[in-house]
């Protein structure tokens, strides 16, 4: 069974940074695509980050230059470290298993249940 | 940059056929897939390249892809579709991209 487990969320004062990790277990992690996708209460869904096997990543405009995806293949894991937070990036944050054939038909197949990132002073 | 757009909300009676629309720039030429979430829960992949159904979704859920314009449609509607639904695409400027969602109502 797929399974995918945020951690590392919480409280942060403006201008902050934290590290999300997400730990994955029933499939083998190095042959695919991961994502972090995030959603404020009551909203919808926004696209964050991406990184490919080859280790490739993408950004949304809105986290390009401080946010930062990885993965570590051996430990079955996936990070993002969020470095100068700002009140807007409060959200519940979700690590996300994706397929497709060199990006252009990706999907995301498995999710797990979310992390809460509160920004505030 | 590129953008998916979603009604707000569709209504259906139970039993009834729902279609939820999903607009983009040549959209046609892309593989959107559909989530659906209910409350307090993560989304659940739905249809993915267009039209095909991962295992375990139920059959009266299906997609197509034609022009400006991607469809998810429910046959059949029952109760416990009452959720939002989000297509999903990739582009070359905004890598991953959501619509803004759609809120079925099952009335």
């Known amino acids: 069974e797929v399974q995918l487990v945020e951690s590392g969320g919480g409280l942060v004062q403006p201008g902050g940074s934290l590290r999300l990790s997400c730990a994955a277990s029933g499939f083998i992690f190095s042959s695919y695509d991961m994502h972090w996708v995030r959603q404020v209460r009551g909203k919808g869904l926004e696209w964050v980050s991406a990184?490919?096997?080859?280790?490739?990543?993408f950004y949304s405009g809105s986290v390009k230059g401080r946010f930062t995806i990885s993965r570590e293949n051996a430990k079955n894991s996936l990070y993002l470290q969020m470095n100068n937070l700002r009140t807007g990036d409060t959200a519940v944050y979700y690590c996300?298993?994706?397929?497709?054939?060199?990006?252009?038909?990706?999907?995301?197949?498995?999710w797990g249940q979310g992390i809460l990132v509160t920004v505030s002073s | 940059s590129y953008e998916l757009t979603q009604p707000p909300s569709v209504s259906v009676s139970p039993g009834q056929t729902a279609s939820i629309t999903c607009s983009g720039d040549?959209?046609?030429?892309?593989?959107p897939c559909w989530y659906q979430q209910k409350p307090g829960q993560s989304p659940v992949l739905l249809i993915y390249?267009?039209?095909k159904r991962p295992s375990g979704i139920p059959e009266r859920f299906s997609g197509s892809n034609s022009g400006n314009t991607a469809t998810l449609t429910i046959s059949g509607t029952q109760a416990m579709d009452e959720a939002d639904y989000y297509c999903?695409?990739?582009?070359?400027?905004?890598?991953?991209?959501f619509g803004g969602g759609t809120k079925l109502t099952v009335l």
């Open positions: 996300a298993r994706g397929w497709g054939n060199n990006w252009v038909d990706e999907w995301l197949d498995s």
């Open positions: 999903q695409a990739w582009d070359s400027s905004t890598f991953v991209l």
């Open positions: 990184i490919g096997t080859a280790s490739d990543t």
């Open positions: 040549k959209l046609g030429d892309k593989y």
């Open positions: 390249q267009n039209n």
